[in-house]
């Protein structure tokens, strides 16, 4: 099974940035993409990127938000920039759209002044 670890999460004042990282135990073909979960909420998908290197991301976080990959280092990025309180959850990586991958531990990122 391929594990997932999710990190780079943390406390940041609004308008931050923060870049999170997803390091894979092996290499994952097919679309990646980035989850979060906040408290109350149900999980949801914010961005993915497929082999093309084709993205897309939910509304709320187009043009604040981007994923990118290192195939050599089997790691998935999501730069975060013009943080918003709204941002602030639980954030994870996996499969997309389906999340067919065990979850990893999720990093946790708050948005707060």
């Known amino acids: 099974q391929v594990q997932l670890v999710e990190s780079g999460g943390g406390l940041v004042q609004p308008g931050g940035s923060l870049r999170l990282s997803c390091a894979a135990s092996a290499m994952i073909f097919g679309i990646m993409g980035w989850y979060r979960q906040a408290p109350g909420k149900q999980r949801e998908l914010v961005a993915s990127l497929n082999s093309d290197s084709i993205t897309t991301y939910v509304d709320s976080v187009k043009g604040r938000f981007t994923i990118s990959r290192d195939n050599a280092k089997k790691t998935w990025y999501l730069q975060m920039n013009s943080l918003k309180p709204e941002d602030t959850a639980v954030y994870y990586c996996?499969?997309?759209?389906?999340?067919?991958?065990?979850w990893g531990q999720g990093t946790q990122v708050t948005v707060s002044s």
């Open positions: 996996n499969a997309a759209p389906r999340a067919v991958l065990p």
